[in-house]
């Protein structure tokens, strides 16, 4: 037996050393296997041959019959592995890696979010104007929450002076364009969504074409004529506005959409009022947590609207007062006569 072992391993040696396949040194060794046991059941007993490989065919028999089992055991699992493991197609399809959907655990869990609801924010394009005091928390909350695309508009860079409310731009930020300032921030944040910068200032020839490739507008600027751009490109291609304000210690937000019967930002303020009397925070001062709370209102307010959860501040709007911790909501109602929406 002992030689017939030594020959076996001969032929898996060479095998290996001339790189032949696994198959090939089996299919060998198997062939060395079957010429033994046919040597013993064709000789006779005392036969010179079967002195030298073992005298007994029981022990080869055995031999063989364990091998099989190992090579059929083997055989079996391996089919199993394969078959509990998902197809090439359905790896690919899957909606989210291991490493999101640890991310997104939180919101999964929620009853009103879900898997659905958390597919939703990935597949939703979002976009934001402004990265300012309002768009910082906006921009870093959506980015967070897993929202698929996001979109930035500002012309301006980052100064010293913002750093006070705008968190997410850095102190080495300082005369960096506020879009990349904040696209590199959300990128470090959630690498698994897509931002797209745009710097500019928003107009009446660019706004359209850009909002229509978005589901979804927040508006956090600071003054009236960006508002009622914004808003007159949402009413016209009927995409769902949310806008949020602050001075000095009080904010508000508001979903508008008059798409479903909700008033639009026009509606509400028809006439830009004087600018002694809307003063923007350089003038009048803002207290620098207050961006935080009104942001992250406005980003709630647009996960809500994607994955519809709960109810949304379309057709209210909520107002928060910083200095005395007070909130209320107010109901608005469209205007038949409004310039915007009213023959919509």
């Given amino acids: 037996m002992l030689l017939v072992l030594i020959m076996a391993a001969v032929i898996w040696g060479v095998g290996v050393l001339t790189k032949a396949p696994k198959s090939m040194r089996f299919s060998m060794i198997g062939v060395l296997y079957a010429a033994v046991v046919l040597l013993h059941l064709i000789l006779p007993n005392g036969h010179a041959l ?9 022990p080869w028999l055995l031999l063989g019959g364990g091998a099989a089992l190992v090579l059929g055991y083997r055989k079996l699992l391996n089919a199993l ?15 989210f890696s291991d490493t999101e959907l640890n991310r997104y655990a939180r919101h999964i869990v929620l009853r009103e979010v879900g898997g659905l609801g958390q597919k939703k924010l990935k597949d939703a394009k979002v976009l934001v104007v402004g990265a300012g005091g309002l768009g910082a928390p906006v921009l870093q909350y959506l980015a967070a929450a897993g929202v698929g695309t996001i979109g930035v508009v500002d012309d ?8 006070q409310r705008q968190i997410i731009h850095k102190d080495q930020s300082i005369g960096m364009p506020k879009v990349h300032s904040a696209a590199q921030e959300m990128k470090a944040q959630n690498p ?53 304000a602050l001075t000095q210690w009080e904010g508000q937000v508001s979903l508008f959409d008059p798409a479903h019967d909700a008033p639009c930002y ?21 207290i620098g947590p207050l961006p935080g709370v009104v942001g992250s209102i406005m980003a709630l307010e647009a996960i809500k609207a994607i994955t519809g959860a709960g109810d949304t501040l379309r057709g209210e709007m909520l107002i928060y007062d910083g200095l005395y911790g007070e909130t209320r909501k107010i109901s608005l109602k469209r205007r038949a006569d409004c310039a915007c929406c009213g023959a919509a």
């Fill in 50 to 58: 079967r002195m030298a490989t073992g005298q007994q065919v029981a």
């Fill in 192 to 244: 698994f969504v897509t931002v797209l910068p745009y710097e500019r200032r928003l107009d009446a020839d660019s706004a359209k074409a850009l909002i229509a490739e978005y589901d979804l507008v927040l508006d956090g600027t600071d003054n009236f004529d960006t508002r009622y751009l914004v808003n007159a490109a949402c009413v016209a291609l009927e995409k769902p506005l949310v806008s949020g």
């Fill in 266 to 286: 026009q509606c509400i303020f028809p006439e830009a009022p004087a600018p002694e009397l809307a003063p923007n925070c350089s003038e009048a001062g803002v």
């Fill in 156 to 163: 301006d860079v980052v100064d010293n002076s913002n750093l």
């Fill in 81 to 95: 592995r394969n078959k509990a493991k998902p197809t090439e197609a359905t790896a690919t399809d899957a909606p």
